[in-house]
């Protein structure tokens, strides 16, 4: 059974940092793919960014902003966020899948079977 659990959201002022992690257990390890979505209000759910064995991808919009990590030890993924942006208000999701996937889908939320709660992104201007 393959639990994911995002943590580490809240408000913060246009500028600020966070980090979010999500816990993740049962039978997904390093050889999976691990990602990050968002969706704000009256918008798609957009790939922020993934992670599959050695490959990293960021959407776009993240320029240079966030940077993904794990612990291997624990099964915990994180995604740093620094200077943060009114339009980076968003749930945020974390999702795995087994196997990894070409860089054309790694931010396609369609690849991904597992899926958190989401923990919630406030930036303010």
């Known amino acids: 059974q393959v639990r994911v659990a995002e943590s580490g959201g809240g408000s913060v002022q246009a500028g600020g940092s966070l980090r979010l992690a999500c816990a993740i257990s049962?039978?997904?390890?390093?050889?999976?793919?691990v990602a990050w979505f968002r969706q704000a209000p009256g918008k798609g759910r957009e790939g922020v960014a993934a992670s599959g064995g050695t490959i990293t991808r960021y959407a776009n919009f993240v320029g240079g902003r966030f940077t993904v990590s794990q612990d291997s030890a624990t099964n915990t993924h994180y995604l740093q966020m620094d200077d943060l942006k009114p339009d980076d208000t968003a749930m945020y999701y974390c999702?795995?899948?087994?196997?990894?996937?070409?860089?054309?889908?790694?931010?396609?939320?369609?690849?991904?079977?597992?899926w958190g709660q989401g923990t919630q992104v406030t930036v303010s201007s």
């Open positions: 049962g039978y997904i390890d390093n050889s999976d793919t």
């Open positions: 999702a795995a899948t087994r196997g990894r996937r070409p860089w054309s889908l790694l931010l396609n939320g369609a690849e991904y079977t597992y």
